[in-house]
């Protein structure tokens, strides 16, 4: 596969910030899915495209191996993992625990700048919903979330979520070919119990936005085979 979807990295010219800047596209790429599932990729010539050398792409090859982006094989080719369904699961499952009750204490909590900062995440998502914008409609998405927990006083939480939910992110950008108009509209119903201090539809709603992925699974599958594995589960 073309490496020609990594842009060259600028002005990095020490060794944690080029790492950084290499695990922050690679990661880029990975998850909008122009690195493909399955696509072998090499320090060597990610270092080449990045203009970096070789230890940060290897700092950044292991972040993002621990992350779940990269197979590391000792002997063999380095691969981009594939979608494990399974761990899609699993990592829904972890989120949604967390999520409601995070949805259920900024009930109690929420402040009017919290409400004023989610608007202003919604007007920007309708923007990039209306130009097709996927790649800065998902970062608005996860900002959402985020700026929920952090309304709650439960930040951490969020951080919490960031590590489970690499083969996630994968699935929902992916998902952005069609759903953008849905999601927008869950963020809707989730903020409108938030101000109506409802927990029980909060709850609801939260419940109903991160299920509805699930909801369009077999569409994915079969639109993009050869990127998933173990789709029976």
């Not at 699974?217 to 789709?231: C, G, R, T, Y």
Request: charged share 30%; with cysteine.
């Amino acid at each position: 596969m073309s490496l020609d979807v990594l842009s060259p990295i600028a002005g990095t010219d020490t060794r944690g910030t080029a790492g950084d800047a290499v695990f922050e596209e690679m990661r880029r790429a990975i998850l909008e899915c122009q690195l493909q599932p399955g696509a072998r990729v090499s320090e060597a010539d990610v270092a080449r495209r990045l203009g970096v050398s070789r230890q940060p792409v290897r700092d950044a090859f292991g972040r993002l191996a621990r992350a779940g982006y990269l197979r590391i094989q000792p002997q063999r080719a380095t691969e981009v993992t594939k979608i494990s369904m399974r761990e899609v699961y699993n990592a829904r499952f972890i989120r949604e625990a967390l999520e409601v009750a995070t949805v259920r204490r900024a009930c109690d909590v929420a402040s009017q700048d919290l409400f004023e900062r989610l608007a202003e995440n919604l007007a920007q998502q309708y923007d990039a919903r209306q130009r097709d914008d996927r790649e800065l409609f998902h970062q608005l998405d996860d900002q959402f979330h985020m700026t929920i927990a952090e309304g709650a006083g439960c930040g951490f939480v969020w951080h919490l979520i960031e590590e489970q939910k690499a083969q996630m992110d994968r699935v929902r950008f992916l998902s952005l070919s069609f759903g953008q108009m849905a999601v927008y509209d869950e963020h809707l119903v989730i903020v409108e119990a938030l101000k109506g201090r409802d927990k029980a539809a909060a709850e609801a709603a939260m419940r109903n936005h991160l299920a509805a992925i699930f909801g369009i699974l077999k569409k994915l599958q079969s639109e993009f085979a050869p990127f998933f594995e173990d789709a029976e589960a």
